[in-house]
C-alpha cells in the first residue's frame, strides 16, 4: 500500500512515515501543496494523507484541483481545524475521511485501509484468493486456514497481486507498492521476493507471465 | 431606601401631604378672619335693626319694675347663634330674645367687647338709644364662631384624608409605571444566556433610560470584541499546539509498538524534541497571554541600556553560537522602560537573530538616533514579509523551510515593545543579507549625562 503524506510540521511528518510504514504501508512525504501536486500527477498512490494548513496554501485546494481533473484517489484530511463545519468542508470538497490532530495511529492506519478497501470496492477487511486469506489489518497471511510468517515486503508483493484478482500487476507496479522515493531499490527485488513467497506458499501460488509481470495462481 | 420606587412614592406622598396641610392652614388663618369679619358685621346689623325696631315700634321703652321681660322670639335658625338683650339706662333687662342668657352680655359703652358669661366667651355689640333709653345687645358665643371654622377645615380635611390613600395608589401605580422600561430591560437581560452580547433595544426607550441602554450596548460592545479577540487567539494557539501534539503522540505510538530497538530508539529521541518544542510553545504562548493581560506602561525604570542588553544576552545565550558586537554608543545611552517587557522584547530579538544567524555570523547592536537597532547576518526576510513578520504563527518563508519554532518570537517581541512605549519594525540590510530590526524608542531613549540631569 503506498501512500502520499502531504503534512508541513517535520516531526509529525517523520512519525507518520515511520509509523504507517509499521502498519505496512510505504509512504511518499511531501510538505507543500506544490510538492503534493507534482507527486500525485508524476506517481498513482493506493491513498493520500493531507493537511489542510500548509506553508504555500490550503490543502482543500490540492484536494478540489484533484478532483477536478478525475483522480479518485482515497484522501484523508489530516487537521487541526477539527470543528464540524471544517470536517463538513473537507467532505464536500471530496474528501473519504477526515481525522482531527492529535490523532491514534493505529486509528489512522485503520481509516486508510477502510479507504483503500472502499476505494477497489470490496467491504471485507480481508482479501481471498483460492485457499489464501490476508488480513491487511494485522498483516498476517493463511493458507488453507494456517498462518504463513511472511516479512513486511512479502506481505506488500502478495497483497499487490491478491488485490489484482488473477490479473497481471507488472514488475514496476510491484515496485512501487514497495519503495517510496526515497528509497532505493535492489533490481531484482521483486524477484527475490516472489522466490521467498514461492517458497513460503507453493510453487503454483504466483505466476510468472513473460515480459508482463505476474499474477496469482489458481482461480479464486 | 434602596428602591427607586419607595423613594419616588415617599416623596410625592410627603410632598403631597405637606401641600396640603399648608393649604389647610393657610385657608383655616383666611377662613378664621373672614369669619369674624362676617360675623361682627351681622352683629352690628342685628344690634342696629333692633335698635331701630325699638326705636320705631311700640314696644314699652319703660317697663314697670318687677314685670318680667318681655320676651323676644328667637331669631331662630341655626343653633340661635345670635342672643339680643335690651336694657334700660338704669340696668333693668327690657327684653331679651329666647336663648339669650338673663347676665347682662356687656357692661356698658357702645361697639364692640368680649365678656364671659356663664363660662362661655360672648362676643357682643351694643347699641344705646338716648331717645329711649335703652340699650341693645346683641351678642354671639364665640365657640360658636370656632365651631364654623373648625367645621369648614374639617369639611376640606376629611376629603383629603379619603383621597390621600387614593392618591398614593396612583402615585404607587404610576411610578411602577414610569420603571417599566428598566424592569423591560432587566428581564430581558436576566433572561439572556452568556453568549448573547446583542444590543439592548433602544428604540423604544424613554429618554432618561437612553444613556443606560446606551451605556450597555457600549460595554456590551467592548466585551464582545474582548471575547472574540481571545477567542481567536484561543482557536489559533490550540490549532498550534493540536500539531505538535500529534507529532509527539505519534512518535511516543511508534516508540510503544516498534520491535526493532533502532526504530523505537530513534521515536523516543523524537518525544523528547517534540516535548521540548511543546513546552517552548507554551512558555511562550503564556508570554504572550501576561503581555495581554498586563496593562499598557506598568511603571517605567532608566536603565543603562548596555546592562540591560547584557541581562537580555544572558537569557537568550542558549539559543545560538553566534558573536554579538555591541556599538560603543549603546553604552553611553539608558533607557526609560519598564524592566521585564523591555528584556523579554530584546532577548527574543536576539533569540531570532541568534537563529537566522550563519554558525560565524556576528550580530551588531547599535542606536542609531532614538532607536536601538539589532543586525544579523542570515538570509533576510523577502520584502513582502517584512510587515507580516510580527503577526502571530506568522512563519516566513525561511522559517518553514526548517520547520522550527511556532512564528511567536517576533510576536511577543511586538506585544512587548508596546509595553515598553516603542515601535518595532524590520528591514533588510542593505550592506549585505541579513535583517535589521529597529525598536524606536520616543523620548525615553536617552544619553547618560542627560538621564543624570
Redesign the interface.
Known sequence: MRVLVVE?????L???K??LG?AGATCDVV?TCGDAEAALATSVFDAVVLDR?L?DGSGLDVLKRLRERGDRTPILLLT???ETSDRIDGLDAGADDYL???????ELAARIRAMVRRGAGRATPGLAWGEFTLDPATMTAAQGGKAVALSRREFAVLSALMERRGAIASRSEIEDRLYGWQEEIESNAVEVHVHHLRAKLGREAIETVRGLGYRMGGRS | MRSLRVRLFATLIVATGALWFIAAAWIYVGARQEVEHVLDTRLQEAARMVASLVASGDMPARPKAGEPATSIPGLGGYERQLSCQIWSFDDRLVARSSGAPDEKLSDGGTGFSERVVNGEPWRVYAVEDEAKGIRVLVGDRLGLREKLVADLIKGLLWPAALILPLLGFLIWASVGQGLRPLRLIARELGGRDAEDMSPVDAGAMPSEIKPLTTAINGLFDKVERARRHEREVTAFA???L??????????A??AA??KEPG?RD??LG?VL??VD?ASRLVTQLLALARLDAEAPASTPETAPLGSVIEEALELARATGPARVTLAPDVQRMCVQAPRQPLLLLLRNLFENAFEHSPPDGVVTCRVAGCAIEILDEGPGAPEAELPRLTQRFF?G?TK?AT?EGAGLGLAIASAAAEQCGATLSFENRQDRTGLIARITFGQSLVAHNAAAA
Do not use: C, N, W
Not at chain 1, 100 to 106: A, H
Not at chain 2, 242 to 251: D, M, W
Open positions: 508541513d510540521d517535520p516531526m509529525l517523520d512519525g507518520l515511520v509509523g509499521l510538505s494548513m506553508p487541526a481545524l477539527d482531527g490532530k492529535p490523532f491514534d495511529l493505529d | 490550540a490549532h498550534e493540536r500539531t505538535p501534539l500529534a507529532g509527539l503522540k505519534t512518535q505510538q511508534i509498538t516498534a526504530v530513534r521515536a523524537q524534541t517534540a518544542r512563519r518563508s518553514m520547520g
